[in-house]
């Protein structure tokens, strides 16, 4: 039955989110964003969903659901966080803003079945809060809305410790309120940095293609489990090119330790038996195409790539990305982790299946 439902995903990127779904079981029948290099290869990795490119502040409801296939029961995504983080200039009059509103407003004019909303932790915090809750109470009267939860990665089995905030509802008249124990339930064991890309070291490159991607083959033998989850059926997985760095650069980054950061650049070198920290997205050409700085492999003097700053933020070997490495980045960046949206959905998706066993639920209406 869950395999029945209609979701869509708006600020959708790349599709970290939209991945979580599709691995607890949900249809993504579209998805909206404005950006179109973030989003170029959406439809390599989900070529099943209506991928839309549109300013999500102008999108009427009536429209989510036509693009969707006549209804939709879920919304969920991450409306832009830069006016709302704690790193950062949080103005006002950031006009990124105004689309939290957005996506509560979007929640009343298509009546999912639930809904979920995720962002940064600074949203819970200062004037950040009084304007979340103001976005709830526009909704509470036709949602259960669960206390906004922060919720790091790392307690979901990825293997980077990255923050995020959900806000979570659910129709009145459907199901129980998810509270924060569904989402409690969901929690593995945290996965290290080793687990997570030592096996990407021993890969083959095998070749680029006409569009600039890089494909690597991986050689076969014992990994970890949870590298064994990520890799594709064939072991080929694209974006693991090296940084040409000086020698210079080299020899300094060589010199720091791991857990330390590099003084120079600031640099955070991984620790093995450790966890990553949230790797930072960058901005975009309208705000100065800043790359943000990149952690350093724990065993080799160079910044991590591509592939190793995906798996370690939870994504399958066989998501695509982009041939430049600034804009996977900032893919990568943006997106939530697969691994914790799955979670996430399992919650969501167990709490569903027992409200639809309850004769008075229905499923639509």
Same mark, same amino acid.
């Given at each position: ?31 909206? =964003? ?6 170029? %290869? ?5 070529? #099943?969903? #209506? ?19 006549? !209804? ?17 200039? *949080? ?24 809904? /979920?909303?995720?962002? @940064? ?7 950040? *809060? ?21 919720? #790091? ?28 124990? =569904? ?7 945290? @996965? ?5 890309? &030592?096996?990407?070291?021993? %890969?083959?490159? /095998?070749?680029?293609?006409? =569009? ?28 693991? !090119? ?19 950061? =590099?003084? @120079? ?9 450790? $966890? ?25 003097? !160079?910044?991590?790539?591509? *592939?190793?700053?995906? *798996? ?7 998501? @695509? $990305? ?7 980045? !900032? ?11 799955? %979670? /996430? $959905?399992? %919650? ?7 409200? $639809? ?6 499923? &639509?209406?």
């Amino acid at each position: 039955m869950i395999g029945d439902l209609r979701l869509a995903e708006v600020f959708c990127g790349t599709g970290g989110f939209s991945s979580g779904a599709h691995r607890a079981g949900f249809k993504v029948a579209a998805a909206f =964003d404005i950006d179109p290099i973030l989003t170029s %290869a959406y439809k390599k990795n989900f070529p #099943n969903t #209506n991928l839309v490119i549109a300013d999500v502040g102008k999108l009427t409801g009536p429209q989510i659901i036509e693009k969707s296939g006549g !209804r939709i029961d879920g919304l969920f995504g991450g409306p832009p966080c830069q006016g709302f983080s704690s790193i950062g200039l *949080r103005q006002p009059d950031d006009h990124r803003r105004e689309l939290l509103r957005h996506f509560f407003r979007l929640v009343l004019e298509t009546e999912p079945s639930f809904f /979920i909303m995720e962002n @940064v932790p600074g949203l819970w915090h200062g004037e950040n *809060r009084r304007e979340l809750l103001e976005c709830i109470g526009t909704v509470d009267e036709r949602y259960h809305v669960a206390p906004p939860m922060i919720l #790091n990665a790392t307690d979901f089995g990825a293997a980077t410790k990255r923050s995020r905030l959900f806000v979570i509802g659910t129709r009145k008249g459907l199901c129980d309120p998810l509270s924060h124990a =569904d989402i409690e339930a969901q929690k593995k064991r945290p @996965v290290t940095v080793s687990e997570a890309i &030592y096996d990407l070291m021993e %890969a083959v490159h /095998i070749g680029d293609d006409v =569009d600039g991607f890089d494909y690597w083959q991986l050689r076969k033998g014992t990994v970890s489990g949870y590298a064994s989850s990520l890799r594709s059926p064939d072991g080929r997985f694209t974006g693991n !090119r090296l940084t040409k760095h000086t020698s210079g650069v080299v020899e300094r980054f060589s010199k720091v330790s791991p857990g330390t950061v =590099d003084k @120079v650049g600031r640099h955070f070198k991984l620790s093995p038996e450790g $966890f990553c920290p949230t790797i930072r997205a960058g901005t975009g050409s309208d705000r100065g195409s800043y790359q943000a700085v990149r952690p350093l492999h724990p065993l080799e003097p !160079r910044v991590i790539t591509v *592939r190793e700053a995906a *798996r370690l933020q939870g994504f399958p070997d066989d998501h @695509v $990305f982009h041939p430049t490495v600034w804009h996977s980045f !900032r893919m990568i960046g943006n997106s939530v982790s697969p691994i914790m949206g799955k %979670a /996430i $959905f399992d %919650a969501m998706r167990h709490k569903l299946e027992i409200g $639809f066993v309850k004769p008075k639920f229905r499923l &639509y209406g």
